[in-house]
């Protein structure tokens, strides 16, 4: 079946330092890619998303390329913040008998320094 | 600002004692989902609604029971808590398609004592 694969956290990083989290994935069909972020005793929020091959997601100064060769879909940022501090998710949408599910990785706390 | 709503936020209940979860939604999304997600790991799926036509996952115990009366609310019934139900339980919802987004509730977190 369709899987996510993400780096283990907790990542801690100083603030303005770059930011990658590793998200790869197999899937039967075409998925579609997303980012999730939860804040602490928050629901997730999408972060961005992308649904084909080379499409480029981006928002709040984070990126994620989708690389249908190498099945990866890494989250990207140049200049962390505090506030980013938050569990981020990779998961991918895929059409099963009839119905689209979404499944997502195990998640990665990051944690930034001031 | 249309969203996603859940009560309440914080559910204290006894092991054994029936318990209801709410979820409702201005999005006017056809389809639902409950998940269950402990300790910051991955959201489980639980279950989902298309429209009326309810998706159960295979793993979801018979425990957990789920209605959806109209396009806007959802219940999630959990018959007999026991102390490993203690999670938070995400309601989401989303339009039918490829690439469409979730858009997630902020949440109950459910104590069982």
């Known amino acids: 079946g369709d899987s996510v694969t993400q780096m283990e956290g907790p990542v801690t990083l100083s603030e303005e330092a770059f930011l990658t989290i590793n998200c790869t994935y197999t899937?039967?069909?075409?998925?579609?890619l997303f980012w999730y972020v939860q804040y602490p005793g928050e629901g997730l929020q999408l972060l961005l998303k992308a649904t084909k091959a080379d499409d480029k997601g981006s928002n709040k100064g984070f990126e994620a390329t989708y690389r249908k060769e190498t099945t990866s879909f890494h989250l990207e940022k140049g200049s962390v913040q505090v506030s980013d501090s938050a569990v981020y998710f990779c998961a991918l949408s895929d059409i099963t008998s009839g119905t689209y599910k979404y499944i997502f990785g195990t998640g990665t706390r990051l944690k930034v320094l001031a | 600002d249309a969203m996603v709503i859940q009560n309440p936020r914080y559910q204290v209940t006894q092991f054994g004692k029936p318990v209801t979860l709410s979820c409702s939604q201005t999005l006017n999304h056809n389809v639902m989902y409950w998940y269950q997600q402990k300790s910051s790991q991955a959201p489980k799926l639980l279950f989902h609604y298309y429209d009326k036509d309810f998706n159960n996952e295979a793993d979801t115990p018979d425990n957990f029971q789920s209605r959806r009366p109209n396009t806007s609310f959802c219940f999630l019934d959990i018959r007999s808590p026991g102390l490993g139900d203690a999670a938070m339980y995400l309601c989401?919802?989303?339009?039918f398609g490829r690439g469409e987004t979730q858009y997630f509730g902020p949440g109950t977190r459910l104590l069982v004592l």
């Open positions: 899937a039967t069909g075409y998925p579609s």
């Open positions: 989401a919802t989303s339009s």
